[in-house]
């Protein structure tokens, strides 16, 4: 990963390195699309990655009244993107397509992963038991796993719910048996 210095896309998009090793070449979003060179090719700039003077003249000769623009959303965003923890490489956000498709790694659980899930889902939302044995619930979970999971009845929801209870119960009582002091308020 190169920590080529950040540049703010509004004024220059990212082309890719120059053939001058340490520096990138960029497309000045300010000049007229399509602007080519004496040789015929599209202008593009090549700036230092550790410097932004040759953007900077490029703005002072042509752009005069954006250089100031441009060192502040270069200051901001690229805050914004240290915080982020983005790679300074160029590579941008995703987009939904490539998310959704199969580069993503799939995430493989059990059916009992699951049922811990749907038992979380449930108290931690307060939701009724019978929730999970509505049609909207169930087309859910099938909708997301492709029907990869049974989904259980409230009757064995009702059950672990009370198995949890009592293993949370016990595991006080093993708490408490080794304490010699409670402070009651404190709960
Ligand atoms: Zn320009």
């Known amino acids: 990963m ?7 896309e509004t004024f220059f998009k990212y082309r890719g390195p120059a053939s001058k090793s340490g520096n990138s070449l960029f497309q000045c979003m300010k000049c007229p699309p399509n602007v080519l060179n004496k040789e015929g090719k599209e202008a593009l700039l090549s700036c230092s990655d550790v410097s932004r003077n040759n953007l900077k003249k490029h703005l002072k000769s042509k752009h005069a009244g954006l250089v100031d623009a441009f060192e502040e959303a270069c200051k901001t965003s690229g805050k914004k993107r ?3 923890c983005l790679d300074e490489s160029g590579s941008s956000q995703p987009t939904i397509r490539e998310s959704l498709s199969s580069k993503r790694q799939k995430t493989i659980i059990s059916q009992t992963q699951f049922d811990e899930l749907v038992l979380d889902y449930i108290i931690g939302s ?3 038991i019978r929730h999970v044995d509505t049609p909207q619930f169930i087309e859910y979970s099938n909708g997301i796993s492709s029907g990869n999971f049974k989904i259980m009845c409230r009757q064995t929801l009702a059950k672990k719910i009370d198995d949890r209870f009592q293993t949370s119960k016990q595991a006080l009582i093993d708490i408490l048996k080794k304490t010699s002091a409670v402070c009651t308020t404190a709960f």
């Open 2 to 8: 190169t920590s080529r210095m950040f540049v703010c």
């Open 82 to 84: 240290n915080a982020n």
């Open 126 to 128: 307060l939701l009724p």
